[in-house]
């Protein structure tokens, strides 16, 4: 949202800095995504957040992709987030950094720290280094390597970056406290070897330095004011400031960087974690990480989710220092509110019924003015075919209503949005029983769905013309998952255990002819349907995903 009107703690942690002196255009912050998958709705919070706190005092955010763990690096997710952000409109001006650009700078920290007696070599094993740092409570045992010299440190690590050793073979560590009660500051490990190609260095390094050491002296580098970040990394403060404190960049910083912890957006029926998503992907459960039914701003998008949607939603929920579980249906709701501002109506036919209009003439079609968004008179209107044969929704038909029923019926008059009042005069059944067809009339006198004289009609269906109708098909999505809180799941499950089965129904359907038109991305709502827009990658106007319905369906008690 433009103005920020909620004071939440972060803001108000910057209002206090600058009632201090801090000119608002150094506020400055970063958003610091790992490239191993793509971005999730959950990003999207933390990144609205930077971006966000540094627009509103004119200040700055860097994109910088947090590359510091090669594994599962790729450069395509690179692109892929670099597209997610830009999509929620947000411009980091060109500061697109990456930890592996300071890889050499890191390097020289930690030469610093071996040099000041500060890191170590170590020579534990894995398994000794758990044992040996302990539990909570009770204080960690110094490692045999923690007085190693510093030359031998030095002599060690320079041939650990030259490749002289394997994997596990050595750490570097940095000495700071055995008996801390944080076990983060048990002489953490700063370096560690890995033979593994990096996406931009290749081959160039085989030491890679460990995230709580690159990510601070990352920030110091980049002169970042403002380090905003989940809770989880709240008791890795310390050492943020310890690895700052401790190294040369001390000297050069204007502004001593901060880190500050909000809570993780949970939402209810949806998984955030990326490796558990990752491992969705790979296994096909789903149809890649743009998925409509991903939580992945790809899917989102996909989908038809708009970014004011998203951002409205980031600015909704708030910024706190507590877990909780975010109601599904509060995502649905800006979503909803966004839609129904500019989706385009259209007519669509989803379980049809046909219509013979009896007063009409054969072969004769005339166009028919139809509004595109009552919402937004800019929107237009379009010319719909009308003619002899047109297909209604079968549940608009009801041979025998109920009182207070205010479709058609036999008998009984409605309006077909934007034609004529209807008035069905027979039922036509197969041998089954089943009703095939209505023969109907028309009111000639009533075309664009004007009363001619005052009468009244209580009910208006939808409709769509039977020789030009788009034969189309629709993706018609629910939920992933079952459970509600899929961020604790009960012992012993597996995430799989909670795939809904029912995620994806398709579903063939008659469209009004414009729709061929339609652009993926372009909001559509299908009158009395739901909001729709057509599939990216199908791309040829005839697929369409339903990005939502037009009422809520994710409430718990009506799941
Ligand atoms: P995951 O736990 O899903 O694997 P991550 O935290 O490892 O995600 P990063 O790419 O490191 O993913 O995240 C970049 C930034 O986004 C971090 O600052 C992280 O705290 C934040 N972030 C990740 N998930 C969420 C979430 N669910 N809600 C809010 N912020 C999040
Ligand atoms: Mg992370």
């Known amino acids: 949202m433009d103005s920020p009107d909620s004071k939440h703690f972060i803001r108000q942690i910057v209002e206090r800095d600058i009632a201090n002196g801090l000119d608002p255009r150094e506020i400055h912050t970063r958003f610091p995504p790992e490239p191993n998958g793509c971005l999730h709705i959950g990003h999207a919070k933390a990144f609205c957040l930077d971006f966000g706190i540094a627009l509103e005092n004119g200040g700055k955010c860097n994109l910088r992709f947090d590359d510091t763990n090669p594994d599962k690096e790729e450069t395509r997710f690179v692109e892929s987030i670099k597209e997610d952000v830009r999509w929620l409109g947000f411009d980091w001006g060109g500061r697109e950094y990456y930890a592996s650009d300071y890889f050499e700078q890191l390097y020289g920290f930690a030469e610093e720290l071996i040099k000041s007696g500060k890191a170590y070599v170590c020579t534990l094993s894995p398994e000794e280094f758990k044992e040996y740092r302990g539990v909570p409570g009770q204080p960690g045992k110094p490692s045999p390597w923690r007085d190693r010299p510093a030359e031998e440190s030095l002599d060690l690590f320079r041939r650990m970056r030259a490749g002289e050793f394997e994997e596990g073979e050595y750490v570097l560590r940095a000495k700071i406290d055995m008996s801390s009660p944080n076990l983060h500051m048990r002489d953490p490990a700063i370096y560690r070897i890995k033979k593994i190609a990096h996406h931009r260095f290749g081959n160039e390094w085989c030491i890679y330095p460990m995230y709580d050491f690159a990510h601070c002296l990352s920030d110091a580098i980049e002169g970042i004011t403002h380090s905003l970040c989940t809770l989880e990394f709240e008791v890795h403060r310390p050492l943020y400031d310890w690895f700052i404190d401790n190294t040369s960049i001390i000297k050069r910083l204007k502004i001593h960087p901060r880190q500050y912890e909000f809570a993780r957006l949970n939402l209810s029926y949806t998984m955030m974690s990326k490796r558990k998503l990752q491992q969705i992907v790979a296994e096909k459960i789903v149809d890649g990480w743009d998925d409509p039914r991903m939580p992945t701003l790809s899917g989102m998008r996909r989908r038809g989710y708009t970014p004011k949607a998203i951002k409205d939603f980031c600015e909704e929920i708030g910024v706190t220092k507590f877990n909780s579980l975010t109601d599904f249906a509060l995502l649905e709701h800006c979503l909803r509110s966004d839609l129904n501002k500019v989706a385009l109506r259209r007519m669509a036919v989803f379980d049809p019924l046909e219509v013979e209009i009896e007063n009409y003439d054969e072969g004769k079609t005339e166009l028919l003015d139809a509004v595109n968004n009552p919402e937004d008179e800019s929107a237009g209107t379009r010319k719909i075919p009308f003619s002899k044969h047109i297909y209604i929704e079968r549940s608009d038909f009801m041979e025998n209503p109920p009182k207070k029923y205010f479709r058609l019926s036999p008998n009984s008059e409605v309006r077909l949005r934007y034609a004529y009042f209807l008035t069905c005069k027979e039922v036509v059944k197969d041998s089954s029983g089943k009703v095939v067809k209505l023969l109907c009339n028309i009111d000639p006198a009533s075309r664009g769905g004007n009363s001619p004289d005052g009468r009244k009609v209580k009910g208006t269906i939808h409709w769509v013309e039977k020789s030009s109708a788009l034969k189309s098909t629709a993706y018609l999505y629910d939920k992933l998952f079952t459970r509600e ?75």
Do not use: W
Not at 494 to 506: A, Q, R, V
């Open 485 to 559: 809180d899929m961020s604790s799941l009960p012992e012993g499950a597996d995430f799989k255990d909670f795939l809904n089965p029912n995620s994806l129904e398709i579903k063939e359907f008659f469209a009004e002819p414009s729709l061929k038109e339609a652009k993926p991305g372009t909001p559509l709502q299908f009158e009395r349907i739901g909001y729709f827009t057509v599939d990216s990658k199908v791309g040829d106007g005839l697929v369409f995903n339903r990005t939502a319905t037009l009422k809520d369906s994710y409430s718990p008690n009506k799941a």
